[in-house]
């Protein structure tokens, strides 16, 4: 494998000291232009901050337009049990999710409805799943238009390396083309994913699992064009055991390994439907025993993913009915990461919250997706529901992250368990734990605090007036609030 290895022996050298552009000021700073980050932007400022967003991509959207990964998952709870009869399976959006209701809103929903304004997404309804199926280029030009009506100021192509103590705040240095900048702010809000800001200011964190430290595999997400439905559908009518919902051909996997067509540690091959009927969007490639914040690993990661990528086009065109024609239209930006740094907040989440759907009298931002461990090992995933007709909530405390002062984190790298993080890290509670720490910071700000200090009423009470959905019971609490 042509890839540069870790050295044997680690070494370090000693850099010359160097200056840097100060690139501004404000408010509230959030670092990460993904569903998270574009949450806790639009929040600070709809809360009355002035936000800078810094993004080292050259357009937003993070995982859902970096690593397409696609599509939104549920963000509904379950009312009833799923009847998969009532749908036609070869729609390729999943069957085994009952009537439900929506359990996040506000910057999510006003995502969607632009989205689907626009033609690039399909809305959330019992015969999606309750996935949202979403074109990523439009969701790239929906983020921008959502920003600019906002006032958020932008930098694209900034990298953060560093983060520095401010007598009332934070500076953090950001590697350019144009030399180090830095950005000063009252709070600055975490939405890296792999709370990269956290941890260079000394945050405590956890990764993997406990017995053996290992994460959730990683995964290069591709698009899949001329594609024929009907020519598949006619297949799984054929084979009804072959296919179930969104993934499947188990006989056909074995086979193509068996004569090594197919060098994959899973046993099935998955891809969901996408706003257009003649694409398809596939998550089958797996990348175990790789860490997110090692360069070393996310290298060998990209290279071993985009083999196995080759792998599963031939394997398509060749042996699976309506791929005949078909090619890839795209692949990620860079390999998706499901699991990395999880920051210790003042509280953590754990999977017995999820699965009792614990209340919490904190609770901004709530969850009814399963605790869905794909196997750190390689085949297998673990899927465990959520009560029936219940959610989770998440509290304000694991958005604080414990050791640092003027950080916020949101989005997958909260603090939580391994089981718990399963559950919490998909786009759309990601989306909702970015709304809340945008309006804490945005509070904090205001009141002159750390945004420890900010009442959790107070933010409920925001997120309420900016739409966004907070159980029945809080509601009621701080009703005299509002």
């Known amino acids: 494998m042509p890839v540069l290895k870790p050295p044997e022996r680690p070494r370090t050298v000693v850099l010359p000291p160097r200056e840097a552009t100060h690139g501004g000021t404000a408010d509230v700073l959030v670092v990460g232009g993904g569903p998270s980050g574009i949450g806790a932007a639009l929040a600070a400022a709809d809360a009355g901050a002035d936000v800078i967003l810094v993004e080292r991509y050259g357009f937003l959207g993070g995982n859902a337009t970096a690593a397409l990964v696609m599509p939104l998952m549920s963000f509904h709870n379950e ?41 690039g997404a399909i809305p959330p309804s019992l015969e999606t799943g309750y996935t949202v199926p979403f074109d990523p280029e439009i969701f790239k030009l929906v983020a921008l238009d959502l920003l600019d009506e906002a006032g958020v100021r932008l930098l694209l192509h900034a990298f953060a390396s560093t983060v520095l103590p401010l007598a009332e705040g934070r ?18 809000v975490d939405c890296t994913g792999d709370g990269d800001i956290a941890a260079a200011a000394g945050a405590r964190y956890e990764i993997g699992r406990p017995e053996d430290h290992l994460v959730q595999p990683m995964t290069l997400m591709f698009r899949v064009v001329d594609f024929v439905q009907p020519e598949f559908a006619a297949y799984v009518r054929e084979h009804p055991d072959q296919w179930r ?32 009927p003649h694409e398809v969007s596939v998550n089958s490639t797996r990348l175990t025993r790789a860490f997110g914040t090692s360069v070393w690993d996310l290298t060998r990661a990209e290279y071993v993913a985009r083999r ?26 860079q390999i998706g990461v499901r699991e990395s740094r999880r920051i210790r907040g003042d509280y953590q989440l754990t999977g017995h919250d999820i699965l009792a759907a614990k209340p919490f009298p ?10 869905d461990i794909h196997n750190p090992r390689g085949t297998g995933t673990t899927l465990r529901r959520v009560p029936r007709g219940r959610m989770y909530d998440i509290p304000l405390r694991c958005l604080l992250p414990h050791d640092t002062d003027r950080i916020l984190v949101a989005g997958r790298c909260i ?36 945004p420890r200090d900010v009442p959790a009423a107070l933010v409920q009470r925001e997120l309420v007036q900016q739409g966004a959905y907070v159980r029945e019971g809080i509601r009621e609490e701080i009703g005299s609030l509002l």
């Open 415 to 450: 603090s939580g368990t391994h089981v718990a993080h399963s559950s919490y890290r998909v786009m759309p509670i990601a989306m909702a734990t970015g709304q809340a720490a945008g309006v804490c910071a945005a509070l904090a700000v205001r009141m002159n605090r750390s």
């Open 79 to 119: 009312m009833q049990q799923a009847v998969e009869v009532e749908r036609d399976s070869t729609r390729l959006l999943p069957t085994d999710h009952g009537r439900g209701d929506p359990v996040v809103g506000g910057v999510v929903s006003l995502l969607l409805d632009r989205l689907t304004e626009r033609g």
């Open 171 to 188: 500076r953090v240095v950001f590697e350019t083309k144009s030399g180090p900048i830095v950005i000063d702010a009252q709070v600055v």
């Open 362 to 371: 904190d609770a901004i931002a709530h969850g009814a997706y399963p605790v």
């Open 245 to 276: 919902g969104v993934h499947g051909l188990w006989d056909l996997v074995k086979e193509a390994t068996e004569h090594g067509e197919l060098v994959l540690p899973r046993e099935d091959i998955l891809f969901f439907a996408t706003p257009h």
């Open 308 to 333: 196995q990528m080759e792998q599963i086009d031939r394997f398509l065109c060749t042996h699976v009915p309506g791929f005949e024609r078909s090619y890839i239209a795209q692949s990620g930006t």
